[in-house]
C-alpha cells in the first residue's frame, strides 16, 4: 500500500464547476496536510494546509481533513482554465518527511 | 524579495560527470530539502538538513551529495555513481521540520 494515494486522472469538469480531488494516506499518526499545485513544466506552489478535522477554506478553494478515515480532499469551486494543472496531496508522516502522492492532473474545459 | 532559487534551470551533463546543482533561500528557514521528480511519479526525497552543518538521507540518497555549511544554501552534487540522474530536480525550504515546504523553481538535469 502505497503512503499517499491519488487517482491520478484526468479530471474534467466544466468550466464553473466544482472540481473534487481526493487523497488518502495510511500513517495514522499523521497530523499535517498540504496541497500543491503544479502546473506543467514548473515547481509545486503550495495552496492549502490542513491540521485539524474539518473543512478550511481560502478563496475558491476547500481543503476537507477526516483523519478516521484518513482521507483528505480538495474542492475547486467556479473552476477555471486557469485552475487545469496537476495538484498533490502531501502527508507529513511520523518521520517528519513529507510524502507526496503522484497527484491528480485536472483539465478545465471552457 | 524573499524566494528560493536553483540554478542553472536547465543542465546537460555526460555520463561519468559530477555536476553540482545550486540552492539558495533568502526567507531565513532553518530546514532545506531536495527532492527529484520522474515522470508519473511523485516527487522522492533525496536529502535534508534541518539545521547547518547538519543533513540526513532521505528516500534515494544513493549517487547524490550535499553540503550545508551556510543557513541560506544547500547544492546538490549529483555524482556519476547515480545510475539514472535525468530528472526534474526540486529543492525546498521551511521554517522547521514539521511546518510547510515552499519549493524553488526547480533544475532540469539531461544526461547525454
Known amino acids: 500500500q502505497k503512503e499517499v494515494e491519488q487517482n491520478s486522472g484526468p479530471l474534467s469538469v466544466p468550466e464553473g464547476a466544482i472540481a473534487s480531488l481526493n487523497c488518502t494516506y495510511s500513517?495514522?499518526?499523521?497530523?499535517?496536510f498540504f496541497w500543491y499545485r503544479q502546473y506543467s513544466g514548473k515547481s509545486p506552489e503550495l495552496i492549502m494546509s490542513i491540521y485539524s478535522n474539518g473543512d478550511k477554506e481560502d478563496g475558491r478553494f476547500t481543503a476537507q481533513l477526516n483523519k478516521a478515515s484518513q482521507y483528505v480532499s480538495l474542492l475547486i469551486r467556479d473552476s477555471q482554465p486557469s485552475d487545469s494543472a496537476t495538484y498533490l496531496c502531501a502527508v507529513l508522516v511520523y518521520t517528519d518527511k513529507l510524502i507526496f502522492g503522484t497527484g491528480t492532473r485536472l483539465q478545465v474545459f471552457p | 524579495d524573499g524566494g528560493i532559487t536553483q540554478s542553472p534551470k536547465y543542465l546537460f551533463r555526460k555520463e561519468g560527470q559530477n555536476v553540482t546543482l545550486s540552492c539558495e533561500q533568502n526567507l531565513n528557514h532553518d530546514a532545506m530539502y531536495w527532492y527529484r521528480q520522474d515522470p508519473g511519479q511523485g516527487l522522492r526525497l533525496i536529502y535534508y538538513s534541518q539545521i547547518v552543518n547538519d543533513f540526513q538521507k532521505g528516500d534515494i540518497a544513493e549517487g547524490y551529495s550535499v553540503s550545508r555549511e551556510k543557513k541560506e544554501s544547500f547544492p546538490l552534487t549529483v555524482t556519476s555513481a547515480q545510475k539514472n540522474p535525468t530528472a526534474f530536480y526540486l529543492c525546498?525550504?521551511?521554517?522547521?521540520?514539521?511546518?510547510?515546504?515552499?519549493f524553488g523553481p526547480g533544475t532540469r538535469l539531461t544526461v547525454l
Open positions: 500513517d495514522r499518526g499523521s497530523q499535517s
Open positions: 525546498a525550504s521551511s521554517i522547521g521540520g514539521k511546518n510547510e515546504q515552499f
